[in-house]
């Protein structure tokens, strides 16, 4: 009788074991080189979307024909040229490690510039798909995006 308690006990726990297993390996998944470039470029594409958006938005802004109409127009830009460059050293050297940081650290100041100022047009949604393939690289990348 102790002995199928105990049998019972051991499937358990090889059952529980192997569910928690299967579910590291899918979260353990790693995209492609081609994959990241692929993303990569979609990241630039929309960036460049967004930096139009942006700057049309801020230019009918409450911010309109200020100093901090510049700052917020400068970080489209940089975010956009970052981007870029994360792009070209990815497809030279297969790694973002130097890159993404920064392009995170900026996308950030924008995530701030939209708490700060309420901006019109499509800029919004053009910034929620940048965000969305910036999260993506973030979690290749094992870094933290928010």
């Known amino acids: 009788m102790q002995n199928r308690s105990i049998i019972k006990a051991v499937i ?6 192997a569910l928690f297993s299967a579910r590291s390996v899918s979260a353990q998944q790693r995209l492609s ?17 967004f930096q139009s958006s942006f700057n049309s938005a801020l230019s009918k802004s409450a911010v309109r024909k200020t100093s901090q109409e510049k700052i917020y127009k400068a970080a489209g830009k940089s975010f956009s040229d970052q981007v870029g460059a994360m792009l070209s050293v990815f497809q030279s050297k ?31 949604a053009d910034w929620l798909k940048c965000k969305q393939g910036l999260t993506r690289l973030a979690a290749q990348f094992n870094l933290a995006y928010n």
């Not at 358990?12 to 074991?17: E, K, N, P, R, T």
């Not at 700060?116 to 499509?122: E, I, T």
């Open 12 to 17: 358990l726990v090889a059952f529980v074991l």
């Open 94 to 124: 297969r790694t973002a490690d130097t890159t993404l940081p920064g392009v995170l650290q900026t996308a950030r100041q924008i995530d701030d510039v939209f708490l700060d100022v309420q901006l019109g047009g499509s800029a919004r």
């Open 33 to 49: 080189d081609k994959d990241v470039t692929n993303l990569m470029k979609n990241l630039k594409d929309d960036s460049k979307h």
